[in-house]
């Protein structure tokens, strides 16, 4: 049986750790910014629920598994899932990533481009946004639909009736 | 000469305590008092701090990164850093309940203002109609905090709402983005004062352009946030720094002070407080008592005193805090420049937005996002993080964000009071603060439409969805509690900031501001403070 995103091991923690980074910065995590991100595990606000709903389990199972993947799931998340597991993973990761030596360049606008540049950028990123969110809604779509149709909504531990 | 007892080390505090002793006073200072960490590696910059110490991600995070901002509604585009905690924590014995209000209290050497953004504009009669003085009377006490302090500014438009008193220090270096907003401002100014009521200028801040009174001049490392290493940024810690220096002066540090005794003809004899490193209670005794405490730990006194000496619980009317909205913007002409994080961090420029009423003028601030946290912005933008911290890089230096606030008035549905907790001899500090000022939706939906319209003439686009209504509580501009009256009222002080209720009781804090201006409180808290001990009989 699959692991739960509330008890994921130390080895899932350095996998995701490994393939994000490599999302978002095209680098391997130093084992500085892989302890770190296992660290950042005690605190994460998802760890706080009661349980974790099925579309989250997949979205998390599905990054880890490649560069590709972990792109494809967190356009689904950054639409449908904003505050979900994955995106407080990759926030953390990132929030990681700019404190820590060397990775912190990769976060900030150091280098001049012009401006057509950027306005090429941003059109690009916007339409590969739109494709690659179509066929993320295809994949994760009916998961989340069905989901919450059957599943019980996880809750926050203080909202435990004994908590 | 008078012995005099204060409770709390904050702007307030200080600025009275000095006022005081140069007018030959004795002077104890009561306070809880957490210290400052020792800022590391004082010549670093914000880049090398990343790469020099040996745990950033404790430093910029906290050891268990819990100050990473997640995403959800609320989400802030920066918060405050963990070298910053000392300034918010609070004994165990000093409980608040408030549903809907999100008190940041401090207990910290130099209070709140340790965390503060040093912004310092005077004033105007406007802002002071309901005050039981004018600006002449405050003028010259503005005029001494200012020499105290060091205010870098200079005086432009801004100057029409906030009367440019005192010698203030050449203003800081811009950096490109803000130099670039005032250029463009200075081409649209007429239209954008006549058709849009909307003016800009240059930040006024405590912080050093040069040396000043033992303290460096600001040297752009952009670690603002994280705490200044050099004390350019001002912080009433140094004050307090100063009044140890100071022969009739007593700082006594560990103690949470929890109320005071008074006769039956409200003569104060004592204050209570307790030792946080045994737990015992002490008596402390004065001949003059000044609660300097803040706003909501001077109102928790006040009402404990009460209960404990009469078993009554009371409430304290009209409490006030600015509501705060964050607007974030995109300077177009900046885009694909490449980003100098080397500058100054916080507020470089202000704007204000004139009302049809004079006192509800609208007050702001700009923060440029250079040396701040990179991932409150991104997870905002509407893409995946991959996509948006390209697109960030490419637009890291053309991001703003203008910070604005709204006046306040006392309502009497807004009050603090207290609650006994069971089994205990102690009470919690209940914050009630659920209306607010009539028509004030429809204002800020006014002066968010005003404002988006003055960025996009100064080259700027806001983009709608991601302007942030902060919940109340967070601008940390309380106030309004024991006010000032120009006539006897219970729960009330005189001009000269005497309780009405307790004949040797002085307040000087926020509690006891009658209306609360959109501008930032500290400077007027400071001016006030000395000017009521330089008028204390």
Redesign the interface.
């Known amino acids: 049986m699959a692991e739960s995103l509330l008890v994921a091991s130390a080895e899932s923690l350095r996998r995701e750790a490994e393939v994000f980074t490599r999302y978002l910065v095209a680098r391997s995590p130093s084992d500085y910014v892989a302890a770190k991100y296992r660290d950042g595990h005690r605190v994460i606000p998802y760890r706080r629920l009661t349980g974790t709903l099925p579309i989250d389990e997949l979205l998390v199972r599905v990054a880890r598994r490649g560069v590709a993947l972990a792109w494809l799931a967190d356009t689904y998340g950054r639409i449908f899932r904003h505050d979900g597991p994955l995106r407080q993973k990759l926030v953390l990761l990132t929030a990681i990533l700019e404190s820590s030596p060397s990775f912190h360049e990769n976060m900030t606008g150091s280098r001049s481009t012009s401006r057509v540049r950027v306005y090429l950028t941003l059109l690009g990123m916007g339409l590969g946004f739109v494709v690659r969110l179509a066929v993320a809604m295809l994949v994760f779509g009916p998961v989340q639909l069905v989901g919450a149709l059957t599943g019980p909504k996880p809750r926050a531990e203080s909202e435990r009736p004994d908590g | 000469m008078a012995s005099i007892l204060i409770v709390g080390s904050g702007a307030s505090g200080v600025h009275f305590a000095l006022t005081a002793l140069n007018k030959g006073h004795e002077v104890t200072m009561l306070d809880v008092g957490y210290p400052q960490p020792m800022p590391p590696l004082a010549e670093a910059t914000f ?1 090398e701090l ?2 020099r110490l040996d745990d ?2 404790a ?3 906290g ?4 100050t ?6 609320d989400a802030k585009f920066y918060a405050f850093p963990p070298s910053k905690g000392y300034v918010f924590a609070a004994p165990e014995e000093f409980k608040t309940r408030g549903p809907g209000f999100e008190p940041f209290i401090s207990f910290a050497q130099g209070g709140l203002a340790e965390a503060w953004t040093g912004g310092v504009y005077t004033f105007n009669d406007d802002d002071l109609s309901e005050f039981p003085f004018e600006y002449a009377a405050l003028e010259p006490y503005y005029q001494e905090i200012s020499r105290r302090i060091g205010i870098s500014a200079a005086k432009d438009d801004i100057a029409q709402f906030s009367p440019f008193g005192g010698d203030y220090l050449e203003p800081l270096r811009l950096d490109a983005h803000a130099e670039r907003l005032l250029e463009r401002y200075a081409t649209r100014r007429s239209h954008l004062n006549r058709h849009l009521k909307f003016y800009l200028g240059r930040s006024r801040v405590a912080t050093l352009s040069r040396d000043h009174r033992g303290r460096e001049a600001c040297d752009y490392l952009g670690r603002c946030l994280w705490g200044c290493p050099r004390k350019s940024i001002y912080a009433p810690s140094a004050t307090l720094d100063e009044l140890h220096t100071r022969a009739g002066f007593r700082y006594l540090p560990g103690f949470l002070a929890e109320h005071f005794s008074y006769e039956s003809n409200g003569r104060v004899t004592a204050v209570e407080a307790t030792s946080l490193e045994d737990g015992q209670r002490h008596t402390f005794t004065a001949e003059r008592y000044v609660l300097a405490a803040g706003t909501l730990c001077t109102s928790k006194i006040v009402l404990d005193s009460i209960y404990r000496n009469t078993g009554r619980v009371e409430r304290l009317h009209g409490l006030m805090d600015n509501r705060h909205f964050m607007m974030p913007f995109v300077n177009i002409g900046l ?5 100098d ?1 080397s500058t100054y961090q916080f507020h470089q420029l202000a704007l204000g937005i004139q009302a049809e009423e004079a006192h509800a003028y609208v007050h702001g601030q700009i923060t440029t996002l250079k040396a701040s ?3 409150p912005i ?2 905002n933008l ?6 948006s ?9 053309a991001l703003g964000v203008a910070n604005v606030w709204l006046h306040d008035e006392r309502r009497s549905d807004n009050f603090v009071t207290i609650r006994p907790v069971e089994g205990t001899d102690r009470t919690e500090l209940v914050i009630t603060y659920t209306s607010e000022p009539p028509g004030e939706s429809q204002r800020v939906v006014g002066v968010q439409r005003t404002l988006r319209k003055a960025l996009r003439q100064l080259g700027c686009f806001a983009p709608s969805g991601m302007t942030r209504m902060l919940p109340p509580g967070s601008s940390i501009h309380y106030a309004g509690t024991l006010p000032m009256t120009p006539r006897p009222t219970p729960l009330a002080c005189s001009p000269s900031g005497q309780s009405y209720d307790f004949e040797n009781l002085y307040l000087v804090d926020g509690a006891v501001f009658p209306f609360l201006p959109a501008k930032n409180l500290t400077f007027t808290l400071m001016a006030n403070a000395a000017r009521v001990a330089d008028i204390m009989s």
């Open positions: 880049n990343k790469e950033p991600v430093y910029f995070l050891t268990s990164a819990e990473v901002v997640y995403p959800n509604a885009l694909g420049r490449p980003v994080t946290a990179v991932h991104i997870q509407p893409l995946d993080l991959r996509a911290l390209q697109v960030f890089r490419k637009a890291h230096t």
